[in-house]
């Protein structure tokens, strides 16, 4: 029984992968009204509506070559905003990436290290 569970498991995170693309990247935030599941594609808006304000975020002007810089003065043709939610002392803090207002980035960045449970 143990020997076909492994087994199984063993495909399956082999397996992982090769299927994982396309899958959007999510994550879990508290509100008032319970758990809310925030997911790639969201608007800062929804995001906002549906975890609150970020613990802290910033701003960086993309300008028309493609690379970001940070309030440069150059002609800009969007904006990328990063917002961090702190998820609880002993968890991650989330870096939530928007580009032009869409969420494209989920990811872990360091620990915290106080904190309220808002997020995992």
């Known amino acids: 029984m143990h020997r076909s569970i492994l087994t199984v498991v063993t495909i399956l995170i082999l397996a992982g992968p ?17 758990l809310e599941k925030i997911c790639q594609g969201a608007s800062t808006s929804e995001v906002i509506q549906k975890c ?29 905003e ?20 869409i969420l494209y980035s989920i990811i872990n960045s360091d620990k915290s290290h106080v904190g309220r449970e808002r997020c995992w």
């Open 52 to 80: 609150g304000e970020p613990d802290s975020s910033e701003k960086t002007e993309k300008v028309s070559d493609g690379t970001n810089y940070k309030h440069n003065g150059n002609r800009s043709s969007g904006q990328i």
């Open 82 to 101: 990063t917002y961090y939610y702190n998820c609880g002392a002993g968890r991650f803090i989330k870096k939530l990436k928007f580009d032009d207002g």
């Open 18 to 34: 090769a299927h994982s693309e396309g899958v959007k990247q999510c994550f879990r935030c508290k509100s008032d009204g319970g």
